[in-house]
């Protein structure tokens, strides 16, 4: 995600619609991540998304505030991380396929990859692509089951996926809040018509066999000249 991308959306977080939708993310990604286990937690890009807090593992970090690094050429071994969130990465990248080739590498098997993304075929996504621009601008957005067959090329399996926010494209925080009563609708009557979407799926590897957890060992970002380190940060502990 380039710098510009990353600062747009985070400014339109920051709008009614975007505490909407970044409510109903974090409580996706806090309900999901709870029960993870591993050692090393990757999320990449948008820190007003804490997708990790919920999370038990010993090593977490957060591209864009704990580390600095390109997305399609992360810093880490390859099968190495437990578990990759993806808060709005792929809609945002200049290669998406790349982004996730790059993501499969470092994810061990069994690892899981949690991607949160914008519904080109809700109301909002309709709005946005008739020139009434009420999204961010950058980014193309990925409808979720293009995404899905593009994780059963690489094998992933799909564990879970759930579409979220029914309320139109209002700019008010008053009037969607007077339109709360569509959600309990939407879900029910027309649920894939959401305006954002969750996704987990798992790596899967032909002829793997893992039995329990290997010994923690700790796993420190490798230095390249396309990475920075945050002097301030370190390992998230509870």
Not at 7 to 20: H, K, S, V
Not at 72 to 101: G, I, K, N, Q, T
Request: aromatic share 10%; glycine share 8%; charged share 25%.
């Amino acid at each position: 995600m380039t710098d510009e991308a990353q600062q747009a959306f985070q400014a339109w977080l920051a709008t009614p619609p975007g505490r909407y939708l970044l409510d109903w993310e974090q409580n996706q990604l806090d309900a999901a991540v709870a029960d993870r286990f591993g050692f090393h937690a990757l999320q990449l890009g948008l820190p007003l998304i804490d997708g990790l807090r919920a999370n038990r593992m010993p090593q977490r970090w957060v591209v864009g505030r704990d580390l600095f690094c390109h997305f399609d050429a992360l810093p880490f071994p390859s099968d190495s991380l437990d578990l990759v969130v993806l808060p709005h990465a792929l809609e945002m990248a200049p290669d998406p396929h790349r982004l996730l080739r790059e993501v499969d590498r470092v994810l061990r098997p069994e690892g899981r990859l949690i991607i949160l993304g914008l519904n080109p075929t809700s109301l909002w996504g309709i709005r946005q692509r008739l020139g009434q621009v009420f999204l961010p601008r950058s980014g193309e957005f990925l409808g979720y089951w293009r995404l899905r067959d593009w994780l059963r090329l690489l094998s992933y399996e799909i564990e879970a996926g759930r579409f979220g926010l029914y309320r139109p494209p209002l700019r008010s925080e008053v009037w969607l809040e007077r339109w709360r009563w569509t959600e309990r609708i939407g879900a029910r009557w027309w649920p894939v018509l959401g305006a954002a979407y969750y996704l987990q799926a798992v790596k899967r590897v032909q002829g793997t066999r893992l039995v329990g957890l290997k010994r923690a060992r700790r796993l420190q970002p490798k230095h390249a000249t396309a990475v920075a380190m945050n002097p301030h940060s370190k390992d998230v502990h509870d």
